[in-house]
């Protein structure tokens, strides 16, 4: 499985941005999506996962309203709509890949990572 993540760049506060991750998967309807960001000098940390149906959705609580995560599984590909941006939310976002987990919050559940995009929030 490899993934592409686009979509990141430089906003002002209060802007909005959509984060796509493009798969090339056998059977992407197989698995479960995530979104993880890690900023500068802090850990990887969650902050959203999709089912391999898009029926259930699971989100940081530090996103929760402001982000929300889809799927296309004809496209093989994985949104994360990001609303009210905020300087705290700068980091590089990472999408990834869970082949066997149901939506796993912990970055070592995930199989696959895309090269990450990089969310710069100007205040």
């Known amino acids: 499985v490899q993934l592409q993540a686009s979509g990141g760049g430089l906003v002002q506060t209060g802007c909005s941005l959509r984060l796509s991750c493009a798969a090339s998967a056998p059977i992407f309807s197989s698995i479960v999506m995530g979104w993880f960001r890690q900023a500068p000098g802090k850990d990887r940390e969650f902050v959203s996962a999709?089912?391999?149906?898009?029926?259930?959705?699971n989100y940081a609580d530090s996103v929760k309203g402001r982000f929300t995560i889809s799927r296309d599984n004809a496209k093989n590909t994985v949104y994360l709509q990001m609303n009210s941006l905020k300087p705290e939310v700068t980091a590089v976002y990472y999408c990834a890949a869970d082949q066997f987990s149901s939506i796993a919050t912990k970055a070592y559940e995930y199989d696959y990572w895309g090269q990450g995009t990089q969310v710069t929030v100007s205040s």
């Open positions: 999709i089912s391999r149906s898009g029926g259930i959705t």
